[in-house]
């Protein structure tokens, strides 16, 4: 009997890692991705230990170890470089969790994913994007342009923040769900050659002036990728996007206005960096657990929680999904005992036993994040001068509570799992 066809939504973050899972586990998964070919994607991603501990399950974490350089410090400052506060805990955190936190290209971790499917014969279908999904009582099939469609046992969505998969199940629970919600926020981001100033420790930096907030971690042993965030509204949307060589020279100048008597390690990235992308933050009202799901289909990721970045635990968030998802699917291995047992779990009740308690158990942390880093955002780019001073306060007394900082991990990194 040929294993049940699983149809994975988007070949992001969480779409691969799932792929990966469902194979070991004795599925036949098919990942579906529209964009024509898989590669270029956007600046860089801070893992942490709880979704590099899910990338280590996949086989990918020292990979992504070694083209970067596991971060040892949080250090934050003004706008000018004073230090505000500084803290080595990251440095612990491979002792405690089990994996560190590691800055990468987007672009490594996108490329090292697909190869991973390919690698373990997954299907993977490029140039495929999914319009519309029409469930049965025990199969989904999937409608893609061109049309094309495929029938499976169940559909996963990954398809992130815009996801048609999550409009669909809202659709048809009756609900018309519109675009994002646009954070007031906007980013500009690249990775450049690591400035001298910054070689010396591998650290996340964050630098705070009014209504202007940068940020920056390594992304490799001579690249740290940065990211300037500002209040903006959306009256130039047309211009969030990678920009073309030929812009680049402008983009520079602009930001380099923006950021006159900053830190000049920042103007120093800014002014060498080779590509210069900028983009809006949304992320979206959070769902009540029970629209996760409908009869043959689950959200995961972004689908089901799109953030803001300013926590760094989109992704993470994903991969945790992602683990807790195909953790309470049941194995099925021809010939064994149980494998009959165990298809009859994919029949009729899958979203009463498997889908339900998934997004119960997912819901409330991801929700929690989600809030969190909006207010993470809003105040890091705090404007005026009472509202400067209050945060560059807050943060300076928050260094001075490492038990309050390490309760705080304490409480997101151990996560998906507490072994090795
Ligand atoms: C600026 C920025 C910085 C960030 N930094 C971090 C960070 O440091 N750490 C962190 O943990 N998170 C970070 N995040 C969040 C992180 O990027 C997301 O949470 C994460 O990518 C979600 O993974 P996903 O697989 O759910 O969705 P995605 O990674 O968005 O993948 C969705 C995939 O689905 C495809 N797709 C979309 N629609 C369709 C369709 N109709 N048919 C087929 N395919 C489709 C897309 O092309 C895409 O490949 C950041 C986000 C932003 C915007």
């Not at 959200?299 to 970045?309: E, F, I, Q």
């Not at 010939?335 to 029949?347: D, H, P, T, V």
């Not at 955002?377 to 807050?394: F, I, L, M, T």
């Amino acid at each position: 009997m040929s294993p049940p066809v699983v149809l994975i939504i988007g070949c992001g973050i969480a779409g691969p890692v799932l792929g990966n899972f469902f194979k070991r586990k004795g599925y036949h998964p098919i990942v579906f991705e529209k964009v024509p070919e898989l590669g270029d994607a956007g600046a860089s991603l801070m893992l942490m230990s709880n979704g590099l501990k899910v990338l280590n399950l996949v086989g990918l974490a020292d990979a992504l170890k070694t083209e970067s350089t596991p971060l040892q410090e949080f250090w934050d400052a003004s706008q000018s470089g004073k230090v505000l506060g500084r803290s080595d805990l990251p440095s612990t955190f491979n002792d405690r969790y089990y994996q560190p936190a590691v800055g990468v290209r987007r672009t490594t971790v996108s490329i090292k994913l697909k190869q991973m499917l390919l690698d373990m014969d997954v299907d993977v279908r490029e140039g495929w994007e999914l319009i519309d999904i029409q469930e049965n009582e025990d199969s989904v099939t999937a409608f893609f342009d061109g049309g094309r469609s495929v029938t499976g046992s169940f559909l996963v969505g990954c398809d992130g923040i815009k996801a048609v998969s999550r409009r669909i199940l809202l659709r048809n629970q009756g609900i018309s769900e519109g675009p994002p919600t646009y954070t007031g926020l906007t980013q500009t981001a690249g990775i450049s050659e690591t400035p001298e100033a910054l070689r010396q420790t591998s650290a996340m930096r964050n630098w705070y002036g009014d209504g202007v907030h940068v940020i920056s971690y390594p992304v490799g042993p001579n690249h740290t990728s940065w990211a300037v965030t500002q209040r903006e509204t959306k009256e130039k949307e047309e211009t969030w996007r990678p920009y073309r060589p030929d812009e680049i020279p402008e983009q520079r100048q602009q930001l380099s206005s923006l950021l006159k008597g900053w830190d000049p390690a920042i103007l120093q990235m800014v002014n060498s960096s080779e590509r210069i992308i900028k983009f809006g933050l949304f992320d979206r009202e959070e769902l009540k657990p029970e629209q996760w799901y409908s009869r043959r289909c689950v959200l995961v990721g972004d689908a089901a929680h799109p953030t803001s970045p300013h926590l760094g635990q989109g992704a993470n968030q994903a991969m945790e999904d992602c683990f807790h998802l195909s953790h309470s699917m049941p194995f099925l291995v021809p010939g064994s005992g149980q494998y009959e047992e165990n298809l009859q779990i994919l029949g009729k009740n899958l979203s009463q036993e498997i889908f339900r308690p998934f997004a119960e158990k997912r819901q409330p942390r991801t929700s929690l994040l989600v809030k969190g880093a909006r207010t993470q955002g809003d105040k890091r780019v705090a404007s005026g001068v009472e509202a400067c001073r209050q945060r560059d306060s807050d943060i300076a007394t928050a260094y001075t509570d490492p038990a309050a900082m390490l309760a705080r991990f304490d409480s997101l990194l151990p996560e998906p799992f507490q072994t090795l």
